[in-house]
Structures are given as structure tokens and as C-alpha cells.
């Protein structure tokens, strides 16, 4: 054989290449042209100052965490959910999520591997608008989300928005779900005002919104901690699929509740976690007086914003533990009380949760962390979640208080709700949220029994509060 | 709404027993479904997975035993279980979600190189390196060849699809030498395939540094950043 098909071969190439050139060059021209200029058109969106803006983000500290220890067991997702007056029209739903792409830069991101961590980059393709399913807070499956981390979805007259916690904390979410309300109701023609009071897509985008307020609030002082104790942890039989979870939700009047929680000298999470803790204290006391056991410890979330002054959508949110030794016999709920408003005016302190804050984030900024590679870290990261993670809490108690939505708006919204995930490890999860002066207290959980919250909702109606019920029966189907 | 005496609680689902207590409760009937009704989801994947991976040990202590004691002529054992090891790899890499496409692709383009290396090593009864020709010479240069064409015709699709598949191609190219740098070496005969391969890498990686030089350096800050 000569050499001839080989000239044949390489010209045939050239063609392509030159073909290429000629018809590709104008756009990958834009390609660079874009790319240069991306400094300070995001999304198609403005920003704020016109500053360099990249289209991709490193992950905070708080976000690092959830893409190496996530799996079919434990989703990382959480659900905020808004019930609305009249029943959802999807395509609406849809083009209102889809008119917020340019308001919410940090929300429409996929997840990416770098060679030492994850990053966020942003996505081109269309959200999706889903019908809600059996489910709840179940992994999202990106592949069949068009890759973003977040889901809304559609229900009778609610909307729901799961969200992996990566992306954004509990602030985040619900000020993104207000904005999708806002736009929904907008887009059906009816007349509501902002009272700059919810985000909208004629507002610029801050750069404060995007921004990683870890890194940008940290400092090198660090107080040293105190040492939490392992938690006691509820054990029952789990539903027998890891899509299983169930769902108990009670509304109370949020004035008669917090007219409680006063009488108590106490504020309403202070109560609550109170509460909580007094009901796996009563709902399993039998087990624990056999033997020694372990503090009942609930993980409280505490919103940093507060503190620190940030407008990040992103996530800004540390937790802390009040923990109960349960091994006293015959403890009283206000005992409880007492040792719980104690340990929140000892953690819920600006210092204490700055200190917090740099240890966490100093732990990113080792030499040694960074230069691991990503499947490594991984490794260690759920190693760490196992070991810090699970083992310190009995349960997690989230209470985003009360949202502040516009007085328009109040006609068309009945109530909005959290839930949080739960997994094996930590079977029970309690979220809380007032809105329209409703408070609604969900818990999830992994196990059949519902004793926690039977005792809980049982204490609330005999203290006088009018509790009403919501659950998915999950039970029932098993 | 629905009402338990026990609890004295109000229940705003569709039920007759309390979701609290767990006790029966007068059914309203015009209470609301809250929730959508639950159905098993169907894992059919795990299942097959599991099935697969369950007789994957069996075929190849098979495959070892038959070539052992009866049939042992050459080394043909070798290629089954590579084979039978190929396509439980190609099950795991195709269906697992978790792995993007760019990966998947180099993969396989890696997987398939080995089990034609394999397949052209041990056809025979003379397991000599010469006879390792079809394989390097025309079957791997011509296969990274199509890849990288597979890839190129994706990537210019798409400015999104550039920017992902950007670095692995880069990658792929750089295997697409491997062939070349092998037969200088004088293991196998002809050359032309290997040539025309690495002149496609070549060209590839020059027309990706020319006009996407930006991508790249905006790719590689992405995916090293510390």
C-alpha cells in the first residue's frame, strides 16, 4: 500500500478543519466574545457595581459538606412549601421560574467536579416544573432535572420547592420560593406590590446576594469549645425503603404560641426545643431508665445573618446543641426549660458563633485539605459526618420564624411550611415556620413510631392551643 | 375536618385513624387528600445490577475450569472473563448517573482499547508480544480516532457542551499519541492508522488552543481551583 490514502486521508481532514473554521469561527468568536465579557453580564442580568463576576462559584464551607456524604439514604434535601388560595397552574408555575433565572444567579447552577473540590457552574437549560410525588425529599436525580439542584413542584394549591442544601440554607430557599409566588401570582394578573419585601426580576442583582459570607466574615480567632457529649438516639423500626418518610405537620395560631412560650419567659424555639426534648424524654423513658444513658441533644440551626450583617442567598447558618441529660428520674418539662433557655443564652452568642465560624472554615483553609484530592475528601468528609455529624444529635430543630410577606400577598398565601430531611442516622427532624400568622411544626421521620410526636401536639392542645393535624399516612401504605 | 378525642386534635387528611395515636377516628368524607398517594418505586436497575454481579463470578470460575481441564487448547479463557468483566464494567459505567457523559466516553474508549488488546494477545496459542498487530496497529488508533471525532461533532454543537467536554477531549487527544508512540517503538506494523490518529489529536488540540484558548484557561482555573 503507498502512501496515497494517507495524503487522501489528511486532505479530507483539512477540509474538515477549514470547513469547521469557516462555519463555526462566528460562533466560537461569540464563545470568546462572551466568555471576555462575562465580567459583568451574568446570566444576561446586571450586577450590582459591574464588578468581574465569573460564571461559576467555589462552594461555601457549609455546602462542602453535603455533596460527599449525600446518597440514597440521606438526600440532603430539604422542602419549603408555600399553600396557596386556589389551585396551581403549572405552565404559569413554570414561566415564573423561569423569569427568575436572571434574579437568582446562585440557584440555577450545576454541580461540578474540579480535581480538589466541587464548584458551581452555571446552568443554561431550562428548569423544570414537576407534579409532586409520594416522595418527599427524596435525591435529586439531576439527569432527569435538566442538572439543577432544586425541584418545584406543584400540588392541589401548593407549591413546594425542594432544595439540595448545598445551593442554599433555609433563608435562601424561602426567599426564593417568595420570589416564585410573587412572580406566579404576578403572571396572573393580579396586582401586587413587593413593599420590597420579596426579590423581583426588576431588582439588579446585589452582589451581596452571591456572595460567600464564610470566607468574607472570617477571621483566625478562634475560642476554644466545649466538649458536646454523644447523643442519645431514638431507635424503632425503619420504613422498609430508603424513599420512605414520613410526614406529621400541626398549625397553630402563631400569636396564641407565642403567648405561651412568654408565659415561660421563654421565645418560641426556646419552647419548642424544650418541648422536643421533653417528648422523646416521655415518649421513650421507659427504655431509658434501665441503664445509664446519653443527653437528649437537638441540633439547632442559627441563621448567622443576624449577626453579621449578610444579604447572601447562599448558605450562612451554623448550629449548636442544647443538650438534656435525661438520667434525673421524674424531670419536669419547665426543668427542662430552664437547662434549654440556659444553653441557648450560653451558644447564641456573637463571639461563640464567630469562633465557630473560623474553626469551620480554618478546617477548609488547611494546606493539607486543599491538596487533597476530591475523592479523598469525600472520603473523609463522610467519615467526619459520620463520626461529628450524627452521633451528636438526637434530632435537628429548625425554626426559620416569622416571613415577612408583603400585605398584597397575604390574600393569596394561606400558610408556608419546612421540611427537613431525615435518614437513618438521625430519624427525626422538626421544621418550623410562621407565616401568616400560622405556625406550622413538621416533623419527618424514617421510623414508624409516632410517639415524639403524639406526646409533643398532645402537650400543645392540653396547654389550650387549637393544633390542627396534616400527615401523608405514610404508615398506612407499608 | 376530623376530630381525635384522645389527642383533641383536628385532622385536615383524608383518614380513619389518628396519625398521632393511631386510633380509629369517624372518616370525613369530604376531607381532603393532603398528600399524593404512595406508590413502591420500581428499582428494576439495582435488580438487574445485582443479578448480573451475582453470576459475573460464576461464568468466569466457569470459563477458568472448562480452558483448565477440558478444552485446553490455548489461552481463550483469558478473553472470556476479560469479556464477561467488560461488559459488567459497561453496565456500571453506562447506567450510573453519578459519571458524566465525557468520562463515560473516555472509559469506554479505554475499556474497549483493553479488551481488543486482550482479545488480539490471547487469540492464539504463541502469547508473543508480535502478535499484538490488528489491535495496536488498526483496531485502538482507528477507535480513539472515532472517539475523538464523536466528541468533536458534540462539542461544536453547543458553547455549553464545549466548555464540558473541553478538558477530557484535550485528554482523549493526548491518549490518541499513545498508538503512534508505540509503533516508533517497532512493536507492530503499519503505521497509517496510528499516523492519521495522531495527526487528528494534533490538529484537534491546536484548533482547541487557537480558538478556545480562553474556555481553557477559564476550565482550568474550574477544575483545579484550591
Not at chain 1, 442519645?232 to 425503619?238: A, E
Not at chain 1, 475523592?375 to 434530632?395: E, P, W
Not at chain 2, 478444552?71 to 476479560?82: C, E, G, L
Request: with cysteine; net charge positive; charged share 20%.
Amino acid at each position: 500500500m503507498g502512501l496515497t490514502p494517507v495524503f487522501q486521508l489528511i486532505s479530507i481532514m483539512f477540509y474538515i478543519i477549514i470547513y469547521k473554521l469557516s462555519n463555526s469561527s462566528h460562533k466560537l468568536l461569540n464563545l470568546v466574545y462572551n466568555t471576555r465579557f462575562f465580567c459583568y453580564n451574568i446570566n444576561g442580568c446586571e450586577l450590582m457595581n459591574d464588578r468581574k463576576q465569573e460564571n461559576w462559584y467555589k462552594l461555601d464551607n457549609a455546602a462542602k459538606i453535603y455533596p460527599a456524604i449525600i446518597g440514597k439514604k440521606d438526600s440532603g434535601v430539604f422542602r419549603v412549601s408555600a399553600n396557596l388560595n386556589n389551585f396551581i397552574i403549572p405552565d404559569i408555575l413554570g414561566q415564573a421560574l423561569i423569569d427568575l433565572k436572571h434574579r437568582f444567579p446562585s440557584m440555577y447552577v450545576k454541580l461540578k467536579k474540579g480535581l480538589f473540590w466541587y464548584y458551581f457552574e452555571k446552568n443554561e437549560r431550562i428548569p423544570i416544573v414537576k407534579k409532586e410525588t409520594p416522595y418527599i425529599n427524596e435525591l435529586i436525580d439531576v439527569s432527569k432535572n435538566n442538572n439543577y439542584l432544586f425541584t418545584l413542584f406543584y400540588y392541589n394549591n401548593r407549591i413546594s420547592l425542594e432544595c439540595f442544601h448545598s445551593l442554599c440554607d433555609g433563608y435562601g430557599a424561602i426567599e426564593f420560593l417568595k420570589a416564585i409566588v410573587f412572580r406566579y401570582l404576578e403572571l396572573l394578573g393580579n396586582k401586587i406590590n413587593s413593599e420590597d419585601k420579596v426579590l423581583t426580576i426588576n431588582q439588579k442583582v446585589m452582589e451581596e446576594e452571591i456572595e460567600d459570607s464564610f470566607k468574607k466574615n472570617f477571621t483566625s480567632k478562634v475560642i476554644k469549645h466545649n466538649k458536646v457529649d454523644k447523643a442519645y438516639h431514638i431507635r424503632d423500626i425503619h420504613f422498609p425503603h430508603y424513599y420512605n418518610t414520613g410526614i406529621i405537620s400541626g398549625k397553630i395560631n402563631t400569636n396564641k404560641l407565642l403567648f405561651l412560650a412568654r408565659k415561660s419567659n421563654a421565645t418560641i424555639t426556646e419552647y419548642l426545643a424544650a418541648l422536643l426534648t421533653y417528648s422523646v424524654y416521655e415518649s421513650y423513658r421507659n427504655d431509658n431508665f434501665k441503664k445509664k444513658v446519653k443527653p437528649i441533644n437537638i441540633s439547632i440551626p442559627v441563621n448567622m445573618r443576624r449577626f453579621f450583617n449578610s444579604k447572601t442567598l447562599r448558605n450562612f447558618s451554623l448550629f449548636f446543641y442544647t443538650s438534656v441529660d435525661i438520667n434525673k428520674r421524674n424531670l419536669k418539662f419547665n426543668d427542662i426549660l430552664n437547662k434549654v433557655k440556659k444553653n441557648f443564652k450560653k451558644e447564641i452568642d456573637k463571639d461563640k458563633l464567630q469562633s465557630n465560624l473560623n474553626s469551620n472554615v480554618g478546617a477548609e483553609k488547611n494546606f493539607f485539605m486543599k491538596i487533597t484530592p476530591l475523592f479523598l475528601k469525600n472520603i473523609l468528609l463522610r467519615i467526619a459526618s459520620n463520626i461529628l455529624g450524627n452521633s451528636l444529635s438526637t434530632m435537628t430543630l429548625s425554626n426559620l420564624g416569622n416571613i415577612d410577606i408583603p400585605k398584597s400577598m397575604k390574600n393569596y398565601i394561606k400558610d408556608m411550611k419546612i421540611i427537613l430531611g431525615s435518614n437513618y442516622s438521625q430519624t427525626n427532624s422538626v421544621g418550623v415556620i410562621s407565616c401568616n400568622e400560622i405556625t406550622t411544626i413538621s416533623f419527618s421521620r424514617t421510623i414508624f413510631d409516632t410517639c415524639i410526636e403524639q406526646t409533643f401536639f398532645r402537650f400543645l392542645a392540653k396547654e389550650g392551643l387549637s393544633v390542627e393535624i396534616e400527615s401523608n399516612m405514610i404508615e398506612n401504605y407499608l | 375536618m376530623e376530630y381525635c378525642d384522645r389527642c383533641k386534635i383536628n385532622i385536615n387528611t383524608k383518614t380513619n385513624i389518628c396519625p398521632l395515636c393511631h386510633n380509629r377516628i369517624k372518616i370525613d368524607k369530604d376531607a381532603k387528600i393532603t398528600y399524593p398517594l404512595y406508590e413502591p418505586l420500581k428499582d428494576k436497575y439495582t435488580k438487574t445490577a445485582i443479578i448480573i454481579s451475582s453470576i459475573a463470578p460464576f461464568l468466569i470460575v466457569l470459563a477458568l475450569v472448562l480452558n483448565l481441564f477440558v478444552i485446553k487448547s490455548s489461552y481463550w479463557s483469558v478473553i472470556a472473563i476479560a469479556g464477561i468483566i467488560y461488559f459488567w464494567l459497561l453496565g456500571l459505567l453506562t447506567f450510573n448517573k453519578r459519571i458524566n457523559m465525557p468520562v463515560k466516553l473516555i472509559a469506554h474508549a479505554i475499556t474497549i482499547s483493553l479488551i481488543l488488546l486482550i482479545i488480539n494477545m490471547f487469540a492464539s496459542n504463541e502469547l508473543v508480544i508480535k502478535n499484538i498487530t490488528w489491535a495496536i496497529s488498526y483496531a485502538i488508533p482507528l477507535l480513539i480516532f472515532t472517539f475523538i471525532a464523536f466528541i468533536n461533532f458534540i462539542m461544536f454543537n453547543t458553547k455549553q457542551k464545549l466548555r464540558d467536554f473541553l478538558l477530557y477531549q484535550l485528554v482523549l487527544c493526548l491518549l490518541g499519541f499513545i498508538p503512534l508512540v508505540i509503533l516508533i517503538w517497532g512493536i507492530a506494523k503499519p503505521l497509517y492508522p496510528s499516523i492519521l490518529t495522531a495527526f487528528y489529536s494534533y490538529s484537534t488540540i491546536l484548533y482547541l488552543i487557537v480558538f478556545s484558548k480562553s474556555i481553557i484557561k477559564e476550565e482550568f482555573k474550574k477544575r483545579f481551583h484550591i
